[in-house]
Nanobody, 116 residues
Framework: EVQLVESGGGLVQPGGSLRLSCAASGFTLSNYAVSWVRQAPGKGLEWVSLINSAGIVTMDSDSVKGRFTISRDNAKNTVYLQMNILKPEDTAVYYC?????????WGQGTQVTVSS
């Protein structure tokens, strides 16, 4: 079964850090570029970061540049998102998916809440 499972979210104070994981099963994630996207309450999907299949090229949205770092461990079929200097506006459900004409079924996402 093709599946994506996001984990690592939680409640954190402004300025804190979290590390999200995106684990794939049923297909080889290392064959694809992967993006993280997020959806804040009452808003649409926002692209956050992208990493190419080899893990050499990354891109980040202006809203997270310098604070978030995307990486991957192809041996573990997993992509990560290290989030530092978190802000209340980073509060959202975070999702990952392969960058492809045929995305995998969306996972449940992982909730990140930044609040004091």
């Amino acid at each position: 079964e093709v599946q994506l499972v996001e984990s690592g979210g939680g409640l954190v104070q402004p300025g804190g850090s979290l590390r999200l994981s995106c684990a794939a099963s049923g297909f080889t994630l290392s064959n694809y570029a992967v993006s993280w996207v997020r959806q804040a309450p009452g808003k649409g999907l926002e692209w956050v970061s992208l990493i190419n299949s080899a893990g050499i090229v990354t891109m980040d949205s202006d809203s997270v540049k310098g604070r978030f770092t995307i990486s991957r461990d192809n041996a573990k079929n997993t992509v990560y998102l290290q989030m530092n200097i978190l802000k209340p506006e980073d509060t959202a459900v975070y999702y990952c998916n392969k960058v492809n004409m045929r995305p995998a079924p969306w996972g449940q996402g992982t909730q990140v809440t930044v609040s004091s």
